[in-house]
């Protein structure tokens, strides 16, 4: 069982920067692919980044590339989302997620999400 929480969730104005840390409780963090995940309004959950359950591999939706950077640190039970020159279309609620294996891009692979935190930029 594992226990994600988010947060660094604000207002921020467009091109600004963010860091949304998630904080993992449980057994063997180590275990887990980690994901970030994000739902704007009247929208489906999407994909932004993974990781690898050692952090030897990223993985970003293309809106992400260039912009967001996804890692974690295993020892501190957290993985991070990294999320520079922000756009008004980047507002939404940000979800993390935990699978054992790989990183996957669909939100039905995940066993355990957190509650979300919101971002909105203003433009």
């Known amino acids: 069982q594992v226990q994600l929480v988010e947060s660094g969730g604000g207002l921020v104005q467009a091109g600004g920067s963010l860091r949304l840390p998630c904080a993992a409780s449980g057994r063997a963090f180590f275990n887990y692919a980690m994901g970030w995940f994000r739902q704007a309004p009247g929208k489906g959950r999407e994909f932004v980044a993974g990781?690898?359950?050692?952090?030897?591999?990223?993985h970003y939706a293309d809106f992400g590339k260039g912009r967001f950077t996804i890692s974690r640190d295993n020892s501190l039970n957290t993985v991070w989302l990294q999320m520079n020159s922000l756009k008004p279309e980047d507002t939404a609620i940000y979800y993390c997620a935990a699978r054992q294996t790989d990183v996957s891009r669909r939100t039905d692979d995940y066993d355990y999400w957190g509650q979300g935190t919101q971002v909105t930029v203003s433009s």
């Open positions: 990781i690898t359950s050692w952090g030897g591999s990223n």
